[in-house]
């Protein structure tokens, strides 16, 4: 079965600093990965998804995110935080030929002026 | 294109009520899914229809959870009894196929058990 790590609750950085949110999946074979944002009484809005190629992945709103198999990874990254960024992140794993998604707990990120 | 529209936005009710919830897809998605998010926590999926038919209710907590969609559109959750511990958001999302496509969430309804 699929699961997703999420080892950060919460990460608080300065706004013009860059940002790692990490990711950690289980799944024995090449997963589908998705990354989430959700704004505080909003609903998810994908920023960007891995299916297969290149594994660097670039998404909305200057995110983009790296698919590390050896790793099992497939961390988010933005290179300068906007205020606007402070929102939940999640990760989510997909099974190829399943239909639902797995979601991590998420990580919370704070953006101080 | 309009997104996926769900109402009530907020609801408290006290534990052995029962409630519902409506979820209104993109229009054109075959594919539509309820999931609970508890605080705290991901969002977990409860049930998958493909079309008017269920795909995978796996982790709907059949003896008080109940969902339908009627004519492959609109969508219905209930919970009856609920319990303290159904206290959460009700997220529904909707893709034009299943597997890898994009889902694409509503703003979920706040259901608060006391």
């Known amino acids: 079965a699929q699961s997703v790590t999420q080892p950060d609750i919460h990460i608080t950085v300065s706004e013009g600093a860059s940002l790692e949110l990490r990711c950690n999946y289980s799944?024995?074979?090449?997963?589908?990965l998705f990354w989430y944002v959700q704004s505080p009484g909003q609903g998810l809005q994908l920023l960007l998804k891995?299916?297969?190629?290149?594994?660097l992945v670039q998404g909305i709103k200057g995110f983009e995110a790296e698919f590390k198999r050896s790793q099992s990874s497939f961390n988010l990254r933005k290179p300068s935080v906007h205020w606007s960024d402070a929102a939940e992140y999640f990760c989510?794993?997909?099974?190829?030929?399943?239909?639902?998604?797995?979601f991590g707990t998420g990580t919370r990120l704070t953006v101080i002026p | 294109e309009a997104g996926v529209a769900q109402s009530p936005r907020y609801k408290i009710i006290e534990k052995r009520q029962s409630v519902a919830f409506w979820c209104n897809p993109i229009?054109?998605?075959?594919?539509l899914y309820w999931y609970q998010q508890i605080l705290g926590q991901g969002p977990k999926l409860l049930i998958q229809?493909?079309?008017?038919?269920?795909?995978?209710d796996s982790q709907l907590p059949k003896d008080r959870f109940s969902a339908e969609r009627l004519k492959g559109v609109d969508s219905t959750l209930k919970i009856q009894p609920a319990k303290l511990e159904d206290s959460a958001v009700y997220l529904c999302?909707?893709?034009?196929?299943?597997?890898?496509?994009?889902?694409?969430f509503g703003p979920g309804t706040r259901l608060t058990v006391l």
């Open positions: 229009s054109g998605h075959a594919t």
């Open positions: 799944y024995g074979a090449t997963p589908y």
């Open positions: 229809f493909q079309n008017n038919g269920v795909v995978d």
């Open positions: 891995y299916f297969s190629g290149d594994t």
């Open positions: 989510a794993v997909g099974a190829r030929g399943a239909n639902n998604l797995f």
């Open positions: 999302a909707s893709s034009q196929l299943a597997g890898r496509d994009t889902q694409y």
